[in-house]
């Protein structure tokens, strides 16, 4: 089945820890993107990526790190330098240069205490 | 301003009554236009999207675009309980170059259809 992949589903940190979130597609897509949202809001751009080995700053990258070695992956690690990592993160692909839609994986719930 | 504004909601209609989802958008450039849906605790499943001005339907669903008005829109006909969800309208501004794909997101309108 071809599709997006993030892994947990739930995750939970203690302050100060690093974590890393997976996100893995075999849908062929170029560019993807990782995003929070928080409770009542709508989605913000934490970094994008269109190709391998290249990624760029959205517009919350502060305190996140991300990497793309391969085209099928780009995981994100969210760093004690984010001083409210508690969200719902939600990884997403998109086909092509043409197409603009945008393919969100199942997400991961990081909580944080 | 916000970038892309949506109707606050929550909005509630009656099971076959038509929803109307609406979304404002400040960049006069923006490109293309997309609605997805939330259910609760999931993530957002991309419906519909737009790219040219007027009228696109898909089985129940009719999106509407006015780019003179820097309006979209989003029908649901017929709605049915299981419509019931948030409602997320996406705008790929015309800033960053073609093939940047940046979207911007709406805050999201909770729908609710009771039977």
């Known amino acids: 089945d071809g599709g997006i992949t993030q892994s947990p589903k739930y995750l939970f940190r203690k302050e100060g820890q690093n974590v890393t979130l997976s996100c893995e597609q075999n849908l062929n897509h170029d560019a993807m993107y990782w995003y929070r949202q928080d409770p009542g809001q709508g989605l913000r751009l934490i970094y994008y990526s269109q190709i391998v080995n290249d990624f760029q700053k959205g517009d919350i990258a502060e305190g996140y790190s991300v990497s793309r070695e391969k085209k099928e992956s780009f995981p994100l690690t969210v760093t004690s330098a984010q001083k409210n990592p508690t969200a719902f993160y939600l990884c997403?692909?998109?086909?092509?240069?043409?197409?603009?839609?945008?393919?969100f994986g199942p997400g991961t719930r990081l909580t944080v205490t | 301003q916000k970038e892309v504004e949506q109707n606050s909601g929550p909005l509630s209609v009656p099971e076959g009554a038509i929803a109307s989802l609406n979304c404002t958008y400040s960049?006069?450039?923006?490109?293309?236009f997309f609605w997805y849906r939330q259910y609760s605790g999931k993530s957002p499943e991309l419906i519909m999207f737009i790219y040219s001005n007027g009228d696109k339907e898909d089985g129940r669903f009719t999106a509407q675009l006015n780019k003179a008005s820097q309006y979209v829109s989003l029908l649901i006909r017929d709605s049915q309980p299981s419509d019931s969800a948030t409602y997320l309208c996406a705008v790929r501004s015309s800033a960053g170059g073609t093939s940047y794909g940046k979207l911007t997101f709406g805050q999201g309108t909770i729908l609710t259809v009771h039977p």
């Open positions: 997403a692909s998109r086909p092509g240069t043409i197409n603009y839609e945008q393919y």
């Open positions: 960049d006069r450039g923006s490109q293309s």
